[in-house]
């Protein structure tokens, strides 16, 4: 998608080119995430309501991990407050891991179930 192709290339060149800065990189990829997950959300470009929801749930997730990745900067003076901060980023990913995961294993059973079933109908139902 074109989209995504556009966040990938401008997260891309700010790394690239804004090493010095990297409060630009995360401005730059939150809104990239942002302006993703409102397209995803508004447009619902997938073939199904399955492929949009994980659209959705995939740019939901990278957008808040960029918006925890400000508290790992001095924005945050508290050590005990960015480690608390870091947990939560750290579960934000795991759950999003966790879904995928969940709605691949879903999608490989679901396929194999309707292969067994056409391959040998003529055994079950005789």
């Known amino acids: 998608m074109a989209v995504s192709l556009f ?6 060149t700010a790394i690239v080119f ?6 630009y990189q995360l401005v730059i990829g939150l809104y990239g995430s942002n302006l993703c997950c409102q397209f ?7 073939v199904d309501g399955t492929n949009n929801f994980v659209q959705v749930f995939n740019e939901g997730s990278i957008l808040a991990v960029f918006c925890l990745s400000f508290a790992f900067t001095e924005g945050v003076p508290d050590p005990v407050a960015r480690f608390k901060y870091g947990w939560f980023f750290l579960y934000s ?7 995928n995961f969940s709605i691949i294993i ?5 396929l194999s179930y309707a292969y067994l079933k ?3 109908s003529w055994y079950l139902f005789g």
């Open 40 to 46: 995803y959300w508004k447009v619902k470009p997938m």
């Open 93 to 99: 990913i795991y759950m999003n891991l966790a879904v």
């Open 106 to 110: 879903s999608v490989i059973l679901s």
């Open 118 to 120: 056409q391959r040998y």
């Open 18 to 23: 804004l090493t010095s800065n990297s409060t």
């Open 7 to 12: 966040r990938q290339l401008s997260l891309a």
